[in-house]
């Protein structure tokens, strides 16, 4: 019993039952392949984090966005006026993270990909692209870059999805992607 | 050195109780118990506020009731019990006093008064940081004290565990080697030893951060830190849990391991490929190497996987030979089918072994994936799974233990037999429901840790599908039910340890046979005697392996439909 000695003292030499060593070897079979898929789907996925990212002070951040957004801002939306950007494909797009909202809004070409700058001015956030589900950690002095190719047209949203104190419900952005 | 009048028979289990542990364990097990009060109506205070239509809480209690919740039961619960066990599977299995009751004493204290500087902290209002308090989001400094205390307390209570493991060699109070249920307890000790110091590594800091003694800590070096605490924080209630399994099968049927060999491999595996897992939670954070998250969250190997998916055919085998031997042998399933399915114990058992390996070990893996973390990170998905492992895995456990241990140990009858039959089915599905519903409504991107998904006064809205709404609120219904099962079960151990009349007949079950001397044994006369095969629970085990195999590449399938990154 488990709860006692073991009965037999030299309990590492007893033969293992048939059924335990077939099941280890299976679940060891499939532990494998729980692995493989990570390095395979880097070679052959179309979905990786290519971990290109950089130390950078928040205020060097924010001139960055507010140069782009200067320079491509097309409209304004909403009651607070907040800019909607449509940048030259496959140029470096910048969306920051601040208590609360995601600046500025981005418009973007369908099938074209664009190096997305990500970093926070402040807390940590959550980058979450919805209805796609793609979520990203956001810090502060941290700038991610990942290359994004949306392949649908559409109105998406991004929320917080990192607690960011009280107003974390409010912190909301989007990107538009537009046919070209 | 102690005398025999230290000690006290007990008259259900021949066990010989050192009466200073019998002490310890009942008031670290009852302390326990009230955190797990404390900590269940917090959660059902977050889990009314994420409910869409009933939305209960206003933003700001929602954010503390959240945080007091992770901290009361998921550190403070499950490590005054984890305690009580280690103390159990010491002093009590192996005949033994246990050593320094007064430092045992002093770690109880410890680890209370933290846990109560910790709470005042978060009721106050000011340190609403959540569970995890990423910085720079900073709390008040006694948030953090608290936590080191309790830490430390804790601490004290794994070192006294080993020194009783010491004594007990020293004393010859055992034969051979050490019960396997001690091996799985020492296993959770030496995983929290080294929880512990990686906590003090990153809370002594960050609470000088918070006192303006340190100007700056850098928030992904915070979590790569804290998180070597906090996954294998996790690893303590895993290790502990599959030894209260090992035990509850040993106490019910008793059960013999199928092999000795096998299930302390696995066991050591947690050990091995456990300890520096906080990978798993940085997999979309900037400044790491998909190398790095790769190695660190599989080691190559996913070893740790391997050995809980052993247990979890080592540990309903060895109950499937126990059954058969006893002449349940027809079919597949009879030795389940004939099973004590109205014995708590039981049922809160077989519930645990189910739901922990289905849903929160299947979960668990598909996210630590590192592609597969974009569709799921810090969506509530996360909290879902984790429900899966430490409530219906863990806490299930530990209750079913409980049905046992406090009758036994305050020799009391319970008090409301007939509500406590109930009582894992309404706790075990309807928490299982809750995790089922957050992994559901996570996989639509509904966030975790969020106050209002309808974004009132936001300036920019999003609607969530009507289905991410339903589960929701689905979860709701399913946490009260759960809610309810949890109440019941800390009435019938309050009222027992209060108002329980007195045992007057030992238990029905026979007694435990007199641990066999293994000396005499030659080696010739091995060969699993006590092992048959086991075709019921070798099926099991390929169903889930099927489910495993099914839902892992389902995810895949979802992830390579999003935008391509790249």
């Known amino acids: 019993m488990s709860i006692f000695p073991p009965a037999q003292r030299i309990w590492w030499k007893e033969p293992i039952e048939r059924s335990e060593i077939l099941w280890v070897t299976i679940a060891l079979v499939w532990c494998l392949v729980l692995f493989f898929m990570m390095p395979y789907w880097h070679l052959y996925g179309d979905q990786n984090l290519a971990n290109e990212a950089y130390k950078i002070k928040p205020e060097v951040f924010a001139e960055r966005t507010e140069a782009m957004a200067e320079k491509y801002t097309v409209r304004e939306e909403g009651d607070t006026g907040i800019p909607v950007v449509h940048p030259p494909a496959g140029s470096d797009i910048y969306m920051l993270a601040r208590l609360w909202e995601w600046w500025p809004v981005l418009e973007l070409e369908k099938n074209q990909s664009y190096r997305l700058h990500l970093s926070s001015l402040d807390w940590q956030h959550g980058f979450s692209l919805l209805p796609e589900n793609i979520n990203i950690q956001v810090h502060p002095d941290y700038e991610m870059v990942i290359t994004i190719t949306p392949n649908k047209s559409g109105e998406f949203t991004v929320v917080c999805n990192e607690f960011c104190g009280i107003g974390h419900h409010t912190m909301t952005g989007k990107i538009h992607v537009v046919d070209k | ?566």
């Open chain 2, 1 to 566: 050195m102690s005398s025999s009048a230290d000690f006290r028979i007990c008259p259900d289990t021949g066990f010989k109780i050192h009466l200073p542990a019998d002490k310890l364990i009942k008031w670290n097990a009852v302390t326990a118990v009230v955190f797990l009060l404390i900590g269940g109506l917090f959660g059902i205070g977050v889990a009314m506020t994420r409910w869409p239509a009933v939305h209960l809480l206003p933003a700001d209690m929602f954010y503390m009731a959240l945080t007091a919740h992770g901290f009361d039961v998921l550190l403070v619960w499950c490590i005054f019990f984890e305690i009580a066990i280690l103390y159990f599977a010491s002093s009590i299995l192996l005949g033994c006093r246990l050593a320094t009751p007064k430092l045992a004493w002093l770690g109880y204290w410890l680890m209370l008064i933290g846990a109560v500087i910790t709470n005042i902290a978060v009721l106050r209002g000011d340190s609403s940081v959540m569970f995890t308090s990423y910085v720079p989001m900073m709390a008040a400094p006694d948030f953090y004290l608290g936590i080191i205390l309790f830490a430390v307390g804790a601490l004290v209570g794994c070192f006294v565990f080993f020194g009783t493991l010491v004594i007990a060699k020293r004393e010859k109070t055992y034969e051979g080697s050490v019960p396997l249920v001690t091996f799985g307890a020492t296993v959770a000790a030496i995983i929290a030893v080294f929880t512990i110091a990686t906590g003090a590594v990153i809370l002594i800091p960050t609470m000088l951060w918070s006192m303006g003694a340190i100007a700056h800590i850098d928030t992904v070096m915070y979590k790569v830190v804290w998180w070597a605490m906090g996954h294998s924080s996790q690893q303590i209630n895993v290790a502990a849990h599959i030894a209260v399994w090992y035990a509850l099968a040993a106490i019910l049927f008793g059960a013999k391991p199928l092999s000795e060999k096998v299930s302390r491999t696995a066991f050591l595996l947690y050990i091995l490929f456990l300890q520096l897992a906080s990978a798993h939670h940085l997999l979309v954070e900037p400044g790491l190497s998909s190398e790095y998250k790769v190695f660190n969250t599989s080691y190559a190997l996913y070893l740790a996987v391997l050995g809980s998916m052993i247990h979890g055919l080592t540990v309903p085998g060895a109950v499937e030979a126990a059954q058969r031997k006893k002449g349940y042998t027809k079919g597949m399933f009879e030795w389940l089918r004939k099973a004590p399915w109205g014995n708590p114990a039981f049922s809160g058992f077989a519930l645990s072994i189910v739901l922990f390996g289905f849903l929160g070990g299947i979960s668990g893996v598909m996210m630590g994936t590192e592609q597969l973390n974009i569709i799921i990170h810090n969506t509530i998905y996360v909290p879902g799974h984790f429900h899966a492992t430490v409530v219906t895995g863990t806490t299930l456990a530990f209750m079913a233990l409980a049905y046992w241990l406090v009758p036994v140990l305050w020799q009391k009858e319970l008090v409301l037999p007939g509500l406590a039959k109930w009582q894992p089915y309404l706790f075990g599905i309807g928490m299982g429901l809750a995790a089922t519903f957050m992994m559901g409504a996570g996989t639509l991107g509904v966030p975790r840790r969020h106050w209002d998904i309808n974004f009132a006064d936001a300036a920019i809205g999003y609607d969530f599908s009507g289905a991410a709404h339903l589960m929701m609120g689905l979860n709701g219904v399913a946490a009260l039910m759960g809610g309810i099962g949890g109440a019941i079960f800390i009435l019938n151990m309050v009222g027992t340890i209060l108002w329980g009349k007195p045992k007057t007949k030992a238990a029905e079950a026979e007694p435990a046979p007199v641990a066999p001397v293994g000396g005499a044994a030659t080696v010739s006369s091995y060969g699993n005697a006590g092992t048959l095969a086991v075709p019921g629970t070798f099926t099991l085990a390929m169903v889930f392996l099927v489910a495993f195999i099914l839902y892992f590449f389902v995810n895949w399938k979802y992830l390579a439909g999003v935008w391509p990154i790249s």
